[in-house]
Every structure is written in structure tokens, then in C-alpha cells.
């Protein structure tokens, strides 16, 4: 073994959910990263920390919803940003008003990203290994589109279907959603892609309905909106002001605080000698 490389320490890679479900099950403390099929069995278990679909937002304040426009860069960046697959990525964007138009900008910018080789500088969405699932996570969101009450934005903008292969790979092409029922299917959806749903509510009801939230990015000055926002218990990661929710700082891990997780906090004194 190398100098300062602990014997203990291996590599395991299980080959399906039967024995990942075992090593956790044999852990004292494990963590466990999917989608919410392979999360939700350990939701309530103390031992497994969590991290499953993050469904992050950014929201509009009614003191900034006006001056959208200023800050359509941070948006279109907490959608696009690593080929829009990481759970950090915004999956909604919450407004008290103006929601068709930031859709419709939202679907101009994000209409521009086309399919480019791995290797290309300019290269922003990622190929999928496997298309069937591209292919189902399209069909998935077709078929919310066939209820009523919201409306693909990027469709009549973009070249082409959602689904596309090039150079034997699979894309899909960013999605936007204009959602006007705060009921739909669509409203708490997360994707491997760029994709995010548009949604206009009234400021007073935005943080009761928006549900699990690993990212937020609460774009507003109101110092009452923003201790709304720091009580509410939804929210894991916090952005206060216009940074993108991808902005993660080195000393901020995503994980959280890990201490919290792997040790017991206690107070502790000691007599004197």
C-alpha cells in the first residue's frame, strides 16, 4: 500500500439495488445518492443520509419580480449549468408576477443550447448512455403536457423534436415549461436536462406550496420575505440575492455538514485537577 492510503479503505461498486440496499442495511452510517424510487426506502432511516432529487427553485420576490429581466442570466444559468443534471439545478422558478414572460425569455435563451460533441468548447448539454431513457423521460413529459393547464414554451423555438441523436448519441433538447394550474404534474418535476417549469403565485403562498427544496435562490430585498425564507423548513441550502442556485462555496459542501451526520454532539465539561 501506498504511504498515507489507510488498508482499510476499498472501492465497491454493487451491481444492482438488492446489494446496495444490503451495504447500507450493514453500515453504521452510509449515505445514499438517486432518483426518489431509490431514495424514499430510507427516508426515515437515522443511520442513511439522503440525497435524492433536489427539485431546486429560484423565487421572485414581489420587490423584484418587476426587474426580472436584470437577473435572467442567474436563471437561465441555475437551469443550464452542467448540462442541467445536477439535483443543484433549478427545476422551477416561482414568481408573484410576470411568469409568462420570464417563460417565454427562459425559452428563448435555453432554445439557443443545441447538441455539440464532448469535446467541443462550446459543448453544454449532456449525452445520455442509455436513450431508452431519454426517450422515456421525454415521453414522461408529454404526457403531462396532455393535461390541461400548461404548455412547452421551447417547442416552437427549437429545431426539431425534444428528443435528439447525433454521432450515435442521445440529447435532450432544453425544456420549458409554463405552468398556470399550481396543481399540475408538472410543477415539482426534476430531470437529467435542462428543464424547469415556470410558475406564477401569489408571494404569501409560494413558500407553503413549493415543497422539498434542496437549493433556493430568493431573489428579493424585503427583509420580512427573507426571515419568511430563512424559517422555512422546506429548504436546505439557502441563496439570498441573485446567485445562481449552482453557486456552492468550497466550504459549503453539498452534503451539508457532515459532523452532524457521522458524530453525536454533546456538551462536556471536565473538573480541574
Not at 439557502?238 to 457532515?258: A, K, M, R, V
Amino acid at each position: 500500500m501506498k504511504a498515507g492510503v489507510p488498508e482499510e479503505a476499498f472501492g465497491f461498486y454493487p451491481s444492482g439495488h438488492a446489494a446496495a440496499a444490503e451495504l447500507l442495511r450493514c453500515s453504521d452510517r452510509s449515505m445514499v445518492f438517486g432518483g426518489a424510487s431509490t431514495t424514499r426506502p430510507y427516508e426515515k432511516d437515522p443511520s442513511v443520509e439522503v440525497h435524492g432529487p433536489g427539485y431546486s427553485k429560484v423565487i421572485f420576490g414581489e420587490d423584484m419580480a418587476d426587474d426580472w429581466e436584470q437577473h435572467l442570466d442567474i436563471v437561465v444559468e441555475s437551469i443550464s449549468r452542467n448540462g442541467g443534471r445536477s439535483c443543484i439545478n433549478a427545476s422551477a422558478v416561482w414568481t408573484p408576477r410576470h411568469g409568462r414572460e420570464i417563460a417565454e425569455a427562459l425559452a428563448c435563451r435555453l432554445a439557443e443550447i443545441k447538441p455539440l460533441p464532448a469535446e467541443h468548447p462550446d459543448a453544454r448539454l449532456a449525452a445520455f448512455n442509455n436513450p431508452k431513457m431519454a426517450q422515456g423521460i421525454s415521453a414522461m413529459i408529454d404526457r403531462g403536457l396532455e393535461e390541461p393547464g400548461a404548455e412547452e414554451l421551447t417547442a416552437s423555438r427549437k429545431q426539431g423534436e425534444r428528443y435528439v441523436e447525433m454521432d450515435g448519441c442521445a440529447y435532450l433538447m432544453p425544456t420549458i415549461v409554463w405552468v398556470e394550474d399550481l396543481e399540475h404534474t408538472l410543477v415539482n418535476k426534476e430531470f437529467l436536462f435542462p428543464y424547469a417549469s415556470v410558475v406564477e403565485c401569489p408571494q404569501n403562498e409560494i413558500l407553503a406550496r413549493i415543497g422539498p427544496t434542496l437549493v433556493c435562490s430568493a431573489i428579493t430585498a424585503d427583509p420580512d420575505f427573507r426571515r419568511d425564507i430563512m424559517d422555512c423548513i422546506h429548504i436546505d441550502r439557502l441563496n439570498i440575492g441573485p446567485l445562481p442556485t449552482g453557486h456552492i462555496s468550497w466550504d459549503q459542501p453539498h452534503e451539508g455538514n457532515l459532523f452532524d451526520h457521522l458524530y453525536r454532539q454533546r456538551a462536556f465539561q471536565q473538573a480541574s485537577a
